[in-house]
């Protein structure tokens, strides 16, 4: 089984600049504050935030998965994009690479969209179902749409 890849786009009223600040620049701070019981911590591991910096999540209770380690691959602050690739726990029992490239667009009424691309390459004996593909892509438009509600109820972040 070759490579799955799925985009998505996701629109919020928050601009591009606060959205992006907030899920990438201040993500170690504002998702765990946005998602308490999904994400416990995220804390830089090696690197100062920009490319080559791994970073650990930490899930709650309740999770598959106890944690995570991504590496930042890309990060361009004035073009608003952001990848990273998961390098340790996780999926990573079934999928030999897992990756994920991100571009939050400005939209004419002030808003944005979070322009998703994931790219999950599954280890050859895996099987993967339609199923958990679209459980993943419900929980990445839900991690927006808390970081998005954060945002509003917290407009000085």
Same mark, same amino acid.
């Given at each position: 089984?070759?490579?799955? #890849?799925?985009?998505?786009?996701?629109?919020?009223?928050?601009?591009?600049?606060?959205?992006?600040?907030?899920?990438?620049?201040?993500?170690? #701070?504002?998702?765990?504050?946005?998602?308490?019981?999904?994400? !416990?911590?995220?804390?830089?591991?090696?690197?100062?935030?920009?490319?080559? #910096?791994?970073?650990? #999540? !930490?899930?709650?209770?309740?999770?598959?998965?106890?944690?995570?380690?991504?590496?930042?691959?890309?990060?361009?602050?004035? *073009?608003? !994009?952001?990848?990273?690739?998961?390098?340790?726990?996780?999926?990573?029992?079934?999928?030999?690479?897992?990756?994920?490239?991100?571009?939050?667009?400005? !939209?004419?009424?002030?808003?944005?969209?979070?322009? *998703?691309?994931?790219?999950?390459?599954?280890?050859?004996?895996?099987?993967?179902?339609?199923?958990?593909?679209?459980?993943?892509?419900?929980?990445?438009?839900?991690?927006?749409?808390?970081?998005?509600?954060?945002?509003?109820? *917290?407009?000085?972040?």
């Amino acid at each position: 089984m070759g490579a799955i #890849t799925y985009d998505m786009e996701i629109p919020s009223s928050i601009s591009a600049e606060k959205m992006f600040k907030a899920f990438v620049l201040d993500g170690d #701070t504002i998702i765990p504050k946005a998602l308490p019981h999904a994400i !416990t911590s995220v804390q830089t591991l090696e690197g100062d935030g920009g490319v080559g #910096t791994i970073k650990l #999540t !930490t899930f709650g209770e309740g999770s598959v998965h106890k944690s995570v380690k991504h590496k930042i691959d890309g990060l361009d602050k004035e *073009n608003f !994009t952001y990848s990273y690739s998961i390098i340790e726990g996780g999926a990573l029992d079934v999928f030999e690479s897992i990756s994920y490239h991100i571009k939050i667009v400005a !939209t004419p009424d002030g808003g944005c969209i979070c322009k *998703n691309r994931s790219i999950y390459t599954p280890k050859c004996d895996a099987q993967v179902s339609e199923e958990e593909i679209k459980a993943g892509k419900e929980r990445a438009s839900g991690i927006f749409k808390k970081i998005e509600a954060y945002l509003l109820a *917290n407009p000085d972040c």
